[in-house]
């Protein structure tokens, strides 16, 4: 039986991790647009992503969400064009019980080269989508708290 180390909390709610438990580093962008947020639908996913995934072994954090960004939406960034926004640690939708990810997430800033850009689904994406906090329950947990997290800078309605 695998250790149990907690309880900790995660939004509100108490978690119990294992010791041995997966975790899944991975990138995301936030970009952000009148108060919603963009996020995607992957092809055969029911629930909706930020634009990220996981880094290459010589990738670095922000340069995986940027390299997922222009690979997903076709938005081409540079490391000058975002800031750390956080890393949120919620169990991964989709994947064994007790595994967890823990995602980087980079906040585009506004008036730079995004502005203009006009987010599309890629090969990998069937839709792209502006979302409030309206939206969490269409979200896996990682994107629930990166929304309460989004609502609670004032970013997002």
């Known amino acids: 039986m695998p250790r149990v180390v907690g309880p900790h909390r995660r939004g509100g709610r108490e978690l ?59 938005v081409r960034l540079t490391a000058a064009d975002v800031d750390f926004f956080g890393t949120v640690t919620e169990p991964a939708h989709g994947q064994a019980p007790g595994t967890m990810v823990a995602m980087a997430l980079f906040l585009v800033r506004p008036g730079g080269t995004a502005d203009a850009a006009t987010p599309v689904a890629s090969a990998e994406v069937d839709e792209v989508e502006w979302v409030t906090s309206a939206d969490a329950g269409r979200c896996p947990p990682a994107g629930v708290e990166t929304l309460r997290r989004l609502v609670a800078a004032g970013l997002v309605d």
């Open 16 to 74: 119990s991790l294992q010791a041995d438990a997966p975790t899944l580093r991975v990138s995301a962008l936030l970009l952000v647009r009148d108060r919603r947020v963009l996020m995607v639908r992957a092809r055969g996913r029911d629930v909706l992503y930020l634009p990220g995934g996981k880094a290459e072994p010589h990738e670095s954090d922000v340069q995986a969400a940027l390299r997922e960004a222009d690979e997903e939406i076709a």
